[in-house]
Nanobody, 124 residues
Framework: AQLVESGGGLVQAGESLRLSCVAS????????IGWFRQAPGKEREAVSC????????YYANSVKGRFTTSFDNTKNTVYLQMNSLRPEDTAVYHC??????????????????WGQGTQVTVSS
C-alpha cells in the first residue's frame, strides 16, 4: 500500500489550500486515513481522520470549522480542504493509514518513517 500526499504551498493568512492523498493498493475496508502535521519544535498532531466506509470523521479542535476532509472514490484520493489558514497551521503535513477513528480521537500511527510530506506555510 502506498499513500502520497501533495498540494502544500505558501499562502497568506486567510487563504485556502487543498491537500491530496492518493492511495494505491490500499484497503479502505480495513483502514482509515489520517492527516497529521508537525511544526518545527512541536509534537506531531492529528489534524483530521476519516473512515471512508462509514464517513466517520475526526477533526482537531484547532481546525474544526476551517478544514474539511473528503474522499473521491473514483480517484482513490482523500482531500484535506483547508480554509481560513492561520500562521499556526504552518507545518509539514502527512497522510497515513490509521486503524481507529472516532469523532474525538484519532491515534497517531507509530511509523518508523513518515516520508517527505507536503509543506504548508502560512504567512501573516
Amino acid at each position: 500500500a502506498q499513500l502520497v500526499e501533495s498540494g502544500g504551498g505558501l499562502v497568506q493568512a486567510g487563504e485556502s489550500l487543498r491537500l491530496s492523498c492518493v492511495a494505491s493498493e490500499f484497503s479502505f475496508d480495513d483502514f482509515g486515513i489520517g492527516w497529521f502535521r508537525q511544526a518545527p519544535g512541536k509534537e506531531r498532531e492529528a489534524v483530521s481522520c476519516i473512515v471512508v466506509d462509514d464517513d466517520r470523521l475526526y477533526y482537531a479542535n484547532s481546525v474544526k470549522g476551517r478544514f474539511t476532509t473528503s474522499f473521491d472514490n473514483t480517484k482513490n484520493t482523500v482531500y484535506l480542504q483547508m480554509n481560513s489558514l492561520r500562521p499556526e497551521d504552518t507545518a509539514v503535513y502527512h497522510c497515513a493509514a490509521v486503524t481507529f477513528v472516532d469523532t474525538d480521537y484519532c491515534p497517531i500511527p507509530d511509523l518508523t518513517s513518515w516520508g517527505q510530506g507536503t509543506q504548508v506555510t502560512v504567512s501573516s
